[in-house]
């Protein structure tokens, strides 16, 4: 088991949350500890809006707990009333994920109120002292880099799925491990998402870098598509593959053309990388994929009935091939603009 940088600042927002409590003299840090635990976020743009949310909500709540508690007092009844009303205002304005920690503000405030107003407000900062906490610790502290680890998850989604490729035509491997490493591929393609939209959550100021952002973004985007169709390809591979029959003559032919595009994505990551010599041509024959074409359709003519399930694999795999193209041809655009701007600056 490993410690994420998350849970490493989740702790360190906690301890500095604690610390401030002291300095500032609060009579207890707990409701500081709180407020830092839900306000550490897996990035900066999201903690800023975090931020700004639980500001709204919390400022919101603790106005509402003083007024309920001037007119109903600090009953539970009261109580329960307020945090109701609290987390309808909450769930109207969008800011559902700012409820915990507003009912923590409300109910902080309503208890408090009876010893004072000045003590009401005092609860109202530890709240505050907790978020600034977990802000500064996330933009400080291993600040999340989206970008970089999008890439990186990219990496291990490839070399997954590399796997399973190369081996899903001649079926050699156990089928326990196939299923697992089946599942890895799915969690990580489920990861790449949720990083995609961290990465695209993130603000750029300059005219400049909002451009190498959106290229970057279309970019990313069709990275994750070209792997969802290589998982794709594995789906129908075994439902229709290993049924069709006279399979066996086509293994040769399939077995070659995914192993060719395999390799193709590979280069094409290696490419992205600054790996690949400049005007080295990688992309695929396509005379290939369109003798198969006519291949299959004249065995289609056969059987339809028996054969059609191999023009799915095919299809498939063609799939597989245009995605794979679409983001080499992306890819040699971002990179030409890339080399443009660093020309540019360096004039």
Same mark, same amino acid.
């Given at each position: 088991?490993? =410690? ?25 840090? %707990? %409701? ?33 707990? %003083? +007024? ?15 945090? +109701? ?29 009876? *010893? ?14 907790? !978020? ?22 990219? #990496? ?10 190369? !081996? ?89 053309? =995914? ?5 193709? #994505? ?6 992205? *990388?600054?790996? !690949? ?11 290939? *994929? ?26 498939? %795999? ?17 990179? *030409?603009? $890339? ?6 600056? $360096?004039?």
């Amino acid at each position: 088991m490993t =410690i994420g940088a998350r849970v490493l600042k989740t702790g360190m927002a906690v301890a500095l949350a604690v610390y401030l409590s002291g300095l500032f003299g609060f009579p207890s840090p %707990i %409701i500081a500890a709180v407020a830092s635990i839900f306000t550490i976020q897996p990035s900066i743009s999201r903690s800023w809006q975090q931020v700004t949310d639980q500001l709204q909500t919390n400022l919101l709540g603790a106005v509402v707990a %003083i +007024i309920a508690v001037k007119l109903f007092g600090s009953t539970p009844i009261a109580l329960g009333l307020v945090c +109701i009303i609290v987390i309808l205002i909450s769930i109207r304005l969008r800011m559902e994920n700012t409820i915990g920690l507003t009912l923590v503000t409300v109910v902080a405030v309503m208890e408090a109120t009876g *010893e004072g107003w000045l003590f009401a407000l005092e609860r109202f900062s530890m709240v505050l002292t907790g !978020m600034a906490a977990a802000f500064v610790v996330n933009v400080l502290v291993y600040p999340p880099r989206p970008r970089k680890q999008f890439i990186v998850q990219v #990496h291990e989604a490839y070399g997954q799925l590399s796997l399973l490729l190369r !081996m899903a035509i001649s079926n050699e491997m156990k089928e326990d491990v196939h299923r697992e490493e089946k599942e890895k591929l799915h969690g990580t393609l489920r990861k790449l998402d949720e990083r995609y939209v961290l990465f695209e959550e993130e603000r750029s100021l300059l005219p400049r870098r909002k451009l190498a952002r959106a290229r970057q973004l279309l970019l990313s985007k069709q990275m994750i598509k070209a792997l969802q169709q290589g998982s794709d390809l594995l789906d129908v591979v075994e439902e229709h593959y290993f049924a069709a029959p006279g399979a066996g003559e086509w293994a040769q032919q399939f077995d070659r053309l =995914i192993e060719e595009l395999a390799k193709y #994505h590979e280069q094409i990551l290696l490419k992205l *990388e600054g790996k !690949m010599k400049a005007n080295a041509d990688i992309e695929p024959e396509e005379a290939r *994929e369109a003798r198969l074409v006519k291949q299959i359709t004249a065995y289609l003519n056969e059987n339809p009935d028996e054969h059609k399930r191999l023009v799915f694999v095919a299809s498939a %795999i063609f799939e597989y091939a245009y995605h794979l193209r679409r983001l080499d041809r992306v890819a040699e655009q971002v990179l *030409e603009r $890339e080399e443009e701007a660093a020309s540019g600056a $360096e004039a």
